[in-house]
Nanobody, 127 residues
């Protein structure tokens, strides 16, 4: 089964940028839709962005125009470029893989559609 490891989190000032990476091992990364979710303290996990196996994308309204999701199938890596960060972006960010629908062009924003999750990486945005 595919395993996911996130990296790239950290502390940044409001208005700054970070790029998160999610490296996949085992499985066949290029066949899966991938997503990013986040969870702030005391809040439920929420959708951030997702990308199909062939590059179709979907964003939460709260990050549209500021965040960009991408993938490199040759390297089995998913990215989340985060610009113009705000304090309300502070959360643990998780990458996730939809391993049950191979080569799907349908993008899901619900966490239940993703079967495999990374351990998360902390992003803290100071005001």
């Amino acid at each position: 089964q595919v395993q996911l490891v996130e990296s790239g989190g950290g502390l940044v000032q409001a208005g700054g940028s970070l790029r998160l990476s999610c490296a996949a091992s085992r499985g066949t990364f290029s066949k899966y839709a991938m997503g990013w979710f986040r969870q702030a303290p005391g809040k439920e996990r929420e959708f951030v962005a997702a990308i199909t196996w062939n590059g179709g994308t979907l964003y939460a309204d709260s990050v549209k125009g500021r965040f960009t999701i991408s993938r490199d199938n040759a390297k089995s890596v998913e990215y989340l470029q985060m610009n113009s960060l705000k304090p309300e972006d502070t959360a643990v960010y998780y990458c996730a893989a939809d391993t049950s629908r191979l080569y799907s062009s349908t993008i899901y924003s619900n966490a239940g559609a993703f079967e495999v999750w990374g351990q998360g990486t902390q992003v803290t945005v100071s005001s």
